[in-house]
């Protein structure tokens, strides 16, 4: 399973707060988060990503148990768009890898040409 709230609260916890004060610093960001989303904003966090309310039209779907058509009404839905730096990363430790692989293949390939 995830990171928890529970274990977003035990981190702020951890850097001085007592478990009171980070229960409350915890809460009152998410409910800043779910008021702004509830009234149509986007929330933009540096380094982090963005968080967009997106606005699906109604469709056509059916009931996968029964084959039934159906048709879905309009609704907002919540998107996340990740930063360039959190993907960066994400992704780090493909690049250490391949910054170590090429360096093998350069040092093999000086001790081949000393040889």
Known sequence: MGLKKNDIMRQVQALGYSQKDS???????MEIIKSSL????????????????????????????????????ARRVVTFRSSGKLRE?????????????????KTFANIKDVT
């Open 23 to 29: 229960r409350e610093i915890v809460e009152a960001l």
């Open 89 to 105: 990363r994400i992704n780090r430790e493909d690049v250490f890898v391949m910054i170590h692989f090429m360096t093998a293949i």
């Open 38 to 73: 509830e009234s149509g904003e986007d929330i933009l966090i540096s380094g982090f990503g963005k968080l967009c309310v997106k606005e699906k039209a109604p469709r056509r779907g059916r009931n996968p148990a029964t084959g039934e058509g159906l048709a879905l009404e």
